[in-house]
Each structure stands twice: as structure tokens, then as C-alpha cells.
């Protein structure tokens, strides 16, 4: 290969902090609020010009159940911003126990950042998290690429929300990719039409799709490389006229396969595929489902929604058995009852495996902390699992508590300047309980 040498530079130093959140996600923000909440100097940098990650770039608008049958699982900044989205007219909750929801992505933006700046976090924008600092074993900080250059960011403990692992893969630690067969769940480009016609849907849930797939594909008008749609659902935008028959509805069914999440060319030609398929989706709604003859194309994700990438090598690995199996752990700092939800590789189907009804499992500190690096916290979906737990723990109502329970882990670790894999969990137990976070 050819190889270009580049020059030797300096990069300057142009911020301390104690805690530094790389992503802005379900996960990131979330453990930005609560280092900050907790008296550390934090920064949270990304990417985009906008906070929310999967629910706001990727577009994925529904949240799922924080009841698992008997217990409400989850309070903190978790809580107050499901009730923050819905006390705005950005949602409404299916249930109160449950708290699931559609809610309108614009709203998401707008929460994430009130509730980040009113925490006291500073925020970093429109920034690529590039490189790693480290000094042998330990991570002292973050190289960032803007606008502005290329700047170096020191901190007492950086913690990682990229999604895909990108900053304990760049300090070397080991991951595991997709199955056994290092094969990863399909991507999804999120869209939302306007002027459906709710009214008119026979039967509102999206498995009505199927009979009307199966003729589609007998015309050759189904060119998508899936037999189903995955979700629909209904969006209320506030300020928006609030009538069934002229509706918005977010669509989950576009479908790439065999998608590298952390390579470019991979995320372009996905890109470029499901922006078509989106088009072919919206001429197939429009001619062979009721409700939707009169729709139109209101906007697409900003990014392509990524089911899996990296799954970081911890301390501990969750497995399929421990959340099929509601198993606790004494150093368990974050809870969850989402079911197993598994894409077909191959793109035909996808498959959820239940918990037990009134049980849930829990995710321990260990997960968290990486084999080798020190000073470094991993939080959503690259923590350590193997990859059908990752098919429940991926969901934003558990990776924001991972990042919650992260953001206090970090700020803990700098009051009482120990070393993370030191930290006293039940210290941080204490924590969660009084936040209402962990039961």
C-alpha cells in the first residue's frame, strides 16, 4: 500500500477536565449530566451539531419499557427526561409504568441540551474524537479534530459513548465483532412521512405490512432486502395540527446488509443504498396500503442507524444467559428488562426473546471497565457482552442508565482520586439508589 508520511506537529492543549464524554447518544449525555451533577468539570464532545445520538441523528423515535411486570426500573435524569419529552408535547407515554414512546426527534434535541447545560457540563460541538492519549497503560485525554484544528483535551477519566468503541479501540484493547461468524445485524435508514391518514391504516400495527409485502412482491413493486417492516408508528410534532387523518409516521424498514459500522466505504454505499430504498418504500405505502396514498417524504436520519460494531473486552461479558436468566451481580450498577432483539443477519426477519414477566437482569460495574486501559469507562452499546445480550442491552432506555451510572462512577473516582477498577461499587450503589436509578 502506498504510504504517506505526515509532519510531526504539535498539538496544543486547550482544556483540563476531570471528566471527559466522548458522543453525545442515549448514553453519552446522560453521563455527562450526572459527572457534572456530581461536581466534576466535565466536558461532552460530538460530532454532530446536535445531542441524542440514535434517537435524534439515527431518527430511532420509539422508546422502549422501563417496567419489567412488577418494578418500575429506572428514576434520575433517565425518568426526568422521559417526563421532560412529554411535559414539552414531545411525547406521549403509552403507560406510566411502562414509559414508552414515540416521540418527535426535534424535541429530543432540544431536552438533551437544556438538561446538559443546566447540569453545569461544558459542550464541544461539530468535533471528531480522532485519537487517544495515553502514557503506557493510562488514558490522560483525547485528540479533537474541528473547525478550529487539531487540539488535545486532558482529563482524570474519559469515558466512552462513541457507539462503536472508537477510543478503547484506539488505545488497542481487544473486541469481539458481531456472531460467531463475525457477521453483524443489518442497518436501518430511518424516514418520516407526512399527511397519513391514520384513519384509513385497517390495523394500525405494522404487521398489516406482510399481505401487503406478498402481493407487492408477486407486481415485483417490493425491491427492499427484507420480507417485513421492523416498526412504524405515529409522531406528534408540537405545534403541528394534531389530527389522525393528516398524521406524521416514522418508518423503520429500510435494509442494508453486511454493513461494517466503523468502515467509511461500508457506511457510504449503506448510505447510498437506503436513501433509495427509501423512495421504493414510500411508492409501495402509497400503492398498496391504506392510509398512506396521499403521504409524503418529510425527512430522513441524518445517519444511518448501526444495530451493532464493537463489543469491547471488559472485566466481565454479559451473556445471552444472564439477561434471559435475570441474573444479579453484586457489583450490578445498571438494571434492564428489554427483551432480546435480534435482526436476521440475512435480512428476512427479525426475532425477540423475553424475560420472565416481574424479573429483570442486571448489568455489573465490570462490564464497563476495559481488560488493559486505565482511566477509561465504555458506555452503550460497545461495553462488554457477547452479541445476542447486545441484542437487549443496545436499546436507549438501558444504554442511558449505562451512562448515567458511568457519569457518577467517573466523578466518584475523582473525588476520591482512585483508579476506576478501585472504585468502591457500593459507594456508587448508594449513589444510583438515592437517584432512584438502581433498585
Known amino acids: ?95 406510566d409504568k411502562t414509559h414508552s414512546m414515540i416521540f418527535d426527534p426535534e424535541g429530543m434535541i432540544t431536552v438533551c441540551q437544556e438538561m446538559v447545560l443546566e447540569s453545569g457540563a461544558e459542550l464541544l460541538l461539530h468535533s471528531a474524537v480522532v485519537d487517544v492519549i495515553l502514557e503506557e497503560d493510562v488514558v490522560k485525554g483525547v485528540i479533537v479534530e474541528n473547525k478550529s484544528g487539531r487540539n488535545a483535551y486532558l482529563a482524570k477519566v474519559v469515558i466512552d459513548a462513541t457507539g462503536d468503541g472508537d477510543i478503547a479501540f484506539r488505545a488497542g484493547e481487544e473486541f469481539s465483532y458481531g456472531n460467531e461468524e463475525g457477521r453483524v445485524q443489518p442497518v436501518t435508514l430511518e424516514f418520516l412521512l407526512g399527511n397519513v391518514n391514520q384513519e384509513k391504516i385497517p390495523n394500525q400495527d405494522v404487521a398489516i405490512t406482510l399481505s401487503y409485502i406478498k402481493e407487492a412482491k408477486k407486481n415485483g413493486d417490493w425491491k427492499i432486502p427484507s420480507d417485513q417492516f421492523f416498526s412504524w408508528g405515529r409522531v406528534k410534532k408540537r405545534g403541528a395540527p394534531d389530527t389522525s387523518e393528516s398524521s406524521f409516521y416514522f418508518i423503520n424498514a429500510t435494509n442494508a ?25 414510500i411508492c409501495f405505502l402509497r400503492k398498496y396500503v391504506p392510509g398512506f396514498e396521499q403521504c409524503y417524504l418529510d425527512r430522513t436520519a441524518a445517519q444511518i442507524g448501526i444495530r451493532e460494531t464493537r463489543r469491547i473486552h471488559g472485566k466481565y461479558t454479559l451473556t445471552q444467559s444472564d439477561v434471559l436468566n435475570s441474573k444479579h451481580f453484586d457489583d450490578a450498577v445498571v ?22 414477566k416481574g424479573t429483570h437482569y ?10 488493559k486501559t486505565k482511566g477509561l469507562i465504555m458506555t452503550g452499546r460497545c461495553i462488554s457482552a457477547d452479541h445476542y445480550a447486545l441484542g437487549s442491552i443496545r436499546v436507549m432506555v438501558v444504554c442511558m442508565p449505562m451512562g448515567e451510572a458511568c457519569g457518577y462512577a467517573a466523578a466518584l473516582a475523582c473525588k476520591d482520586n482512585c483508579r476506576l477498577d478501585e472504585l468502591p461499587v457500593e459507594n456508587l450503589k448508594r449513589i444510583l439508589r438515592a437517584q432512584g436509578t438502581l433498585i
Not at 18 to 34: E, H, M, R, T
Not at 258 to 281: H, I, M, S, Y
Not at 362 to 371: A, D, E, H, S, V
Request: proline share 4%; with cysteine.
Open 257 to 281: 446488509l453486511a454493513v461494517n459500522g466503523t468502515n467509511a466505504n461500508d457506511l457510504t454505499k449503506a448510505e447510498v443504498d437506503c436513501r433509495r430504498q427509501v423512495n421504493d418504500l
Open 335 to 356: 438494571p434492564g428488562c428489554n427483551s432480546i432483539d435480534i435482526h436476521d443477519i440475512n435480512g428476512k426477519e427479525f426475532s425477540h426473546k423475553f424475560l420472565e
Open 362 to 371: 442486571q448489568i455489573p460495574w465490570r462490564c464497563f471497565l476495559p481488560k
Open 1 to 95: 500500500m502506498k504510504t504517506y508520511t505526515e509532519e510531526r506537529k504539535n498539538i496544543p492543549v486547550v482544556g483540563e477536565f476531570d471528566v471527559i464524554v466522548c458522543g453525545g447518544g442515549p448514553s453519552g449525555f446522560p453521563a455527562a449530566i450526572a459527572a457534572a451533577k456530581y461536581g466534576a468539570r466535565t466536558l461532552l464532545i460530538e460530532k454532530y451539531g446536535f445531542l441524542g445520538g440514535a434517537g435524534t441523528a439515527a431518527m430511532m423515535v420509539e422508546f422502549g419499557s422501563i417496567f419489567d411486570g412488577k418494578d418500575v426500573l429506572l428514576g434520575g435524569c433517565v425518568h426526568e427526561f422521559l417526563h421532560r419529552l412529554v411535559d414539552g408535547g414531545y411525547g406521549e407515554l403509552r403507560s
